[in-house]
């Protein structure tokens, strides 16, 4: 046998989505065997020593730092991975993209779309390999149905109507964390959840090329948080204390037209009481339908108006090891997949970019599209008009 090559990585940050990715580079290669790498846990990066020390023991790590731009020189490092706050993904990535290493980012790839670009026109110039993390679009059912679009199961495509709604933001005391800030987040629902959304309707149906939205506040201010960083579920929420100004979006509701002639709508809250990850889409096509619910991520409902008559109607195919990326994973269908697994994907997806030296999709360009379709929703909500997108 041939001894497998190894990649070091270097992780960026160390909260929520730290714990993800890494969790996703120690489990790819016992999921997708032979792997096409091995992705090396070298160094972890957080904003004080004693942080980065704790991430590096609870994620795996082999080193601390809480330098990142020394690590991002160092030689033995061939990825970073951006796990941080959106204001400081711009300037990681450009640094990174120069240091010629190959960089994987979380969403939203940036605060605005000029921003987006100058990270896109970076990584073009270094000719490195580079992903923006919509991990979403890997669940198996959605790439199934993807397939399904492909293959031409559903005929030309009508409509799409997609939502992403959760409540985690809802109670007015919860803290007044850097996702309410525009300065760090760029925008509120629109760049945390509504890209993902934006992501699927464009990896899905196709570009959007116009929108015309409803933005909304609903709280307007909220207690200085104390304590981390991303306190998505903070303990206290007494309402005590100082509060600070909100300046970013609650909900976004945006009708979308899209380059092959289909119409539809995005929805995205974090307002929305009862709902906790509710991704949904529903396609329409001249031939048949397709429907998807994240909260039950081994399903797609799908309806073909080929079936005889007395089948009409929606059915579910429970995903496995007949579909996208099914073989890897689990040997039974409907045997559970998770939130984990889609990361696992991803990150096979993106060890497998810079082995074989092909950018993956979606990479910064994708990011940089997505980017600027959020910033026409957001001036469409401002204005009340249709805005082209792009």
Known sequence: MTKTKTLNIAMIGGGFMGKAHALAYAAMPMFFWPAPAIPHRKVIVDVTADLAETARQRYGFDEASHDWRSVIARQDIDAIDIVTPNDSHAEIAVAAAQAGKHIICEKPLARTGDEA????????????????????????AVALAKKYIEEGRIGNILSFRGTYLQDWSADPNGPLSWRFQKKVAGSGAVGDIGTHVIDLARYLVGEITAVNSIVKTYVAS????????????????SGKGPRGPVDVDDEMLTLVKFSGGATGSIEATRNAYGRNNFITFEIHGDKGSIAFNYERLDELEVMFADDPGDARGFRTIYTGPAHPYGRALWPIPALGTGYGETKIIECFDFITAIVNGKQPSPNFRDGWITELVADAILKSGETQVWVNAG
């Open 222 to 237: 909220r207690p200085l948080q104390s304590g981390g960083l991303d306190q998505l579920a903070a303990s206290d929420k």
């Open 117 to 140: 670009k100058t990270m896109l026109d970076a990584v073009e110039k270094a000719g490195v390999i580079h992903m923006v993390a919509f991990n979403y679009r890997r669940t198996p």
